[in-house]
């Protein structure tokens, strides 16, 4: 369990940093680009090579494979819901804001996003725990978790907010979210193997679908044309950590 402590304390440090970068200096859209590409490269490969495989080797494809679907469409339903709450509209939602004007609000519909696509990712890597430790999972998640704290603690600085009052919210996201790696510990290490490799699955299901609706368009938006090259440089350096 101290295990996944450290773990979590790690993974969500880098919101706290990124906050309070944020709250004091505006990046360049091509800086958050980058490491946004990076981290999808990372979390692919992660995914690939340790948090899925785990799940095929213990359950199968049929089981595993379904759990998938499940764990993307369940991202999905969420994350719509969440669209239509915070920006009135069904779609895509609003979350770019590096290096344009600030909407009003778009600071908080930010922190939203990133505890809906952080809660999936650190449960994950609790759950990746019961095995072995994921050092490639860890990186991957530490370096989607630092730009996108970063641009919502700018946008929130925009909208007025005060910088304690912006370090202070990103520091209560990054508490939840290390709790998140530790509940995912806790919760995967009683179950048997076929029920651990659905939640293995349903979890890698809802990352993917996370990287695949808010991480990767982002990193194009913003970070070419040095995206593609962030990517394969963070699908490299986490498979060498998963081998």
């Known amino acids: 369990m101290l295990t996944a402590i450290l773990f979590g304390l790690a993974a969500s440090s880098a919101l706290v940093i990124g906050a309070i970068i944020g709250s004091y200096w505006d990046p360049p859209r091509e800086v958050t680009g980058v490491l946004l590409a990076f981290a999808s490269g990372a979390l692919i490969s992660a995914l690939a090579f340790e948090l899925f495989e785990d ?57 939203a996003a990133v505890t809906l696509d952080g809660v999936p990712e650190n449960l994950a890597l609790g759950v990746s725990l019961v095995d072995d430790a994921s050092l490639a999972l860890l990186v991957a998640i530490f370096f989607s978790n630092l730009p996108e704290s970063l641009v919502g603690a700018v946008a929130m ?87």
């Open 55 to 111: 799940a095929y080797a213990l359950g199968g494809a049929t089981r595993s494979g379904l759990a998938l679907l499940a764990g993307a469409a369940a991202f999905v339903a969420a994350d719509t819901a969440l669209d239509r709450y915070v920006t009135g509209q069904a779609g895509p939602d609003e979350r770019e804001v590096a290096g344009g004007g600030a909407r009003n609000g778009v600071g908080w519909a930010l922190l």
């Open 157 to 243: 600085r925009r909208e007025g907010r005060q910088v304690k009052t912006v370090t202070g919210t990103w520091i209560a996201c990054a508490v939840l979210l290390a709790v998140a790696v530790v509940a995912g510990r806790a919760l995967a290490e009683p179950l048997s193997d076929e029920v651990l490799a659905v939640a293995l699955g349903f979890a890698g299901g809802a990352v993917l679908a996370s990287l695949a609706d808010t991480l990767m368009p982002e990193a194009f938006e913003q970070g070419r044309p040095f995206n593609a090259f962030a990517t394969a440089a963070g699908f490299f350096l986490s498979f060498i950590l998963a081998a």
